[in-house]
Structures are given as C-alpha cells and as structure tokens.
C-alpha cells in the first residue's frame, strides 16, 4: 500500500468519525427536548417525567419506582394518594384484587371522592366481581347521575348478573342521558338474548 493511500484511507477514518460524532450529537439534543414537569400536569411531584424526550425507559429505575410507591402506601395507611397511585399500579397489570384494595383503604379515608368510588366499580368489573362492581357504580351515580362511563359500567354490571331488569332499568337511563353512546346497541341486543333466555 502506498503512502498516498495510506493517508487517503486515514483522511477517510478521520471523516467517519467526524460525521459520526456529528450525528450522534444531534440525535442527543434531538432526544433531550424539554421534559413536561409532573406538577403542571396536576401529577405527583415524584411522578416520573411525561413527554419530550425519546429516551429509553430504565426498567430497574422504573421497578425500583414502583417498590417505592407500594411500599410508601403500606407504610402509609393514611395517605390517600399513596393509596390510589398503588391501586393504579396494580390495575395497570391486571392485578385487580390488589387494587381493590388499596382503592378500599382510599375510599375509607375520603368516602366521598368521586373518582374512588368510580374506579371502585370499574376494578371490580375487571374483575369479575360484577355485584360488586353494581353497588360502587350505583354509589357514584349518586354523586353524579349523568356520568356516561360510569353508566355503561352499570349497565355491563346487571347485564354480566343475568340481572334482566336492572339491566333494562341502566339502559333507558344510559339512553337518556347519551342517546349516542356507541355500546347502546349491544346492551340492547345482549338485554334481549337475556330476556329470551339466550
């Protein structure tokens, strides 16, 4: 090999690594866009970052995290957000019992949070324990009688208990508050199999 290649393939090394470094550098500032901090999105002051960056998640850090969070709602019986946000957690993968408990230590100390209350009835209904789910979404429609989830909720409750008229009863209430709801449809065609004994 000449000299001159030799310093034409060093010229080349050299150019890689410049463009490299190059793009490696805008990929970086690309990826560290300005974080949304927790607290203008109402969130937990020690809930992680949202939005921006397109950084990789850190699965031990995210672990570590939500040990911290369950164990400060164990140790906390009396915090009512630790409750919850262990309860989200939990309903999260589909660990509904575990949540139903923590939501039931949350609503014991404020009974009457709305939102408690509802996903209550709606951990409950993933649950399978739909009369249950039937008693906490009736106890939300109390506080808030036109809400249309927590309807449907009602509504998928009487009709998984084979609960015919309770079922019609949700139905023409859910209609009467949002004609339009999409699932109208299938409540009814499911009401009817359920009258016809099907």
Not at 90 to 116: C, V
């Amino acid at each position: 090999m000449s000299r001159e290649n030799i310093l034409f393939a060093i010229i080349g090394i050299l150019l890689g690594f410049i463009v490299g470094f190059m793009f490696a550098s805008s990929m970086a500032q690309k990826s560290t866009a300005p974080q949304i901090s927790a607290s203008s999105q109402g969130l937990p002051a020690d809930h992680p970052p949202v939005g921006g960056g397109q950084s990789t998640p850190d699965p031990q850090g995210m672990r570590e995290q939500v040990t911290k969070w369950i164990e400060q709602a164990r140790n906390e019986p009396k915090n009512f957000d630790a409750q919850v946000k262990a309860a989200e957690l939990y309903y999260q993968i589909q660990r509904y019992d575990q949540a139903i408990e923590f939501l039931l230590k949350a609503n014991q100390l404020k009974p009457t949070d709305y939102r408690t209350v509802t996903f209550l009835g709606v951990a409950n209904l993933d649950a399978g324990h739909f009369e249950t789910a039937e008693k906490w979404y009736r106890a939300a429609m109390k506080m808030k009688s036109d809400d249309v989830m927590v309807l449907a909720g009602l509504t998928e409750a009487t009709l998984q208990q084979g609960n015919a008229k309770a079922a019609e009863d949700a139905i023409a209430q859910l209609e009467k508050v949002d004609p339009n709801v999409e699932d109208l449809p299938k409540f009814r065609t499911r009401l009817a199999n359920l009258k016809a004994g099907k």
